[in-house]
């Protein structure tokens, strides 16, 4: 059974701080993603990498970067919180095969004020 | 640009009955079309997924119609349930370089049916 965990699922942060949201897989996927889950606009992906230390930019990168160092942890920056990032925060992995699948985190709800 | 539109945005149905989500996609080069199911503070989970070259296909109470020359794709729900009140997304996916794919996810429905 594929578990990805977040490192909170509630976040409060001042506008200007760094902040860091950490997701975890434990079923060897080489690909991870980072999303943002919006009202009206759906999920939107902010970056994904396909193995370690690999990134590329999703189609909403601005104000965010990432980190991979292990195959299992995939992080997410933002190097200066501002109120238009606050939001969910969805963090997933892929299958490959014949079919594809991707299992979400729970997610973390970020608040900047 | 929305990639992948989604409508409604949100539906109440009565217990028993059906429900329809529909999507539509520009990008002929999306070659696999899941839906995916999210309850309140969980993260959204497969539900059923199509490729283009089949029409429809049948999980249980869940059925995708798929009409590729329109570019529309749905989602029915037979006897619908309380506990089907869940939010929707369609998506669709394409084969990226490096052998991931690429997702874009329609904007959600969120449906409530109600006893």
């Known amino acids: 059974d594929v578990k990805v965990t977040q490192s909170s699922r509630y976040l409060v942060k001042r506008t200007g701080e760094k902040v860091f949201l950490e997701c975890v897989q434990d079923?060897?996927?080489?690909?991870m993603f980072w999303y943002r889950q919006d009202p009206g606009l759906g999920l939107r992906l902010i970056y994904f990498s396909y193995d370690v230390k690999m990134k590329e930019k999703g189609d909403i990168p601005e104000g965010y970067s990432v980190s991979r160092e292990k195959k299992e942890r995939f992080s997410l920056i933002l190097e200066s919180a501002s109120t238009n990032q606050t939001s969910m925060y969805l963090c997933a992995t892929i299958t490959r095969g014949a079919s594809y699948e991707q299992y979400f985190g729970p997610g973390t709800r970020l608040t900047v004020t | 640009q929305q990639q992948v539109k989604q409508s409604p945005q949100s539906l109440i149905v009565q217990k028993g009955g059906i429900s329809i989500i529909n999507c539509a996609y520009e990008?002929?080069?999306?070659?696999?079309f899941p839906w995916y199911q999210q309850f309140p503070g969980k993260g959204p989970a497969l539900l059923i997924a199509i490729r283009p070259d089949v029409s429809e296909k049948k999980e249980g109470r869940f059925t995708i119609s798929f009409n590729k020359s329109a570019k529309q794709f749905s989602l029915h729900i037979m006897d619908s349930q309380p506990g089907d009140s869940a939010t929707y997304f369609c998506?669709?996916?394409?084969?990226?370089?490096?052998?991931?794919?690429?997702?874009?996810f329609g904007i959600g429905t969120k449906l409530q049916v109600i006893p």
């Open positions: 079923m060897d996927h080489e690909n």
């Open positions: 990008n002929t080069a999306f070659d696999y």
């Open positions: 998506a669709a996916s394409i084969g990226k370089p490096g052998g991931y794919q690429k997702v874009t």
